[in-house]
């Protein structure tokens, strides 16, 4: 299946898309084809399972799954396939997204989940976790992530030499 997606970021409401759009646009950067859809773990249970669970089938190599406040959507996504699955606790709620992590993190022995930071940054990793995965079978991308790696270096030497460069006309 060579046009099929290899990853699916799945969120639990519409409302989480703002931050799940940092996982896609670091895919798109990639060229890493992928699929969004809102599907709840509460909500609609059997929707989101049949989700999980048919996307092998459908080419999907790694799940991205994004929630917020109970957050069981990424554990309910993993005890539905063998696919790597990745978390992402959205911001929010009483507890501005601890909740979400703590739900997140703290899978049964037997079912892992890995999980990212809350929020944009959370979202953000878990669209190159999931590049780094897929990575490991595609020397393209292992060599595009190198790269990426290297032109982040190379933004904090410019900031530096432009910091160093503003101080000495200061003096």
């Known amino acids: 299946m060579p046009d099929s997606p290899q990853v699916l970021i799945l969120m639990g409401s519409d409302s989480d898309l703002a931050v799940m759009q940092e996982a896609a646009d670091v895919l798109d950067r990639f060229g890493v084809r ?4 809102i599907s709840s773990a509460h909500r609609c249970p059997d929707r989101t399972a049949a989700l999980a669970g048919g996307a092998e089938a459908r080419g999907i190599r790694a799940i991205i799954a994004g929630a917020g406040m109970a957050a069981h959507l990424a554990g309910v996504v993993a005890a539905a396939t063998t696919l790597p699955v990745i978390g992402v606790p959205m911001p929010g709620g009483a507890l501005n997204g601890v909740d ?4 997140t993190v703290q899978m049964p022995g037997g079912i892992p989940v890995a999980t990212m930071a809350i929020g944009r940054a959370g979202a953000k990793n878990a669209g190159l ?9 595609d020397d393209q991308l292992a060599q595009a992530l190198k790269d990426y790696r290297r032109e982040m270096e190379d933004e904090v ?5 432009a910091l160093q460069a503003a101080r000495r006309t200061q003096k």
């Open 100 to 103: 979400a992590l703590y739900a």
């Open 129 to 137: 976790f999931a590049v780094q995965i897929l990575a490991l079978t």
């Open 34 to 37: 992928y699929e969004i859809r």
């Open 157 to 161: 030497a410019s900031k530096d030499a």
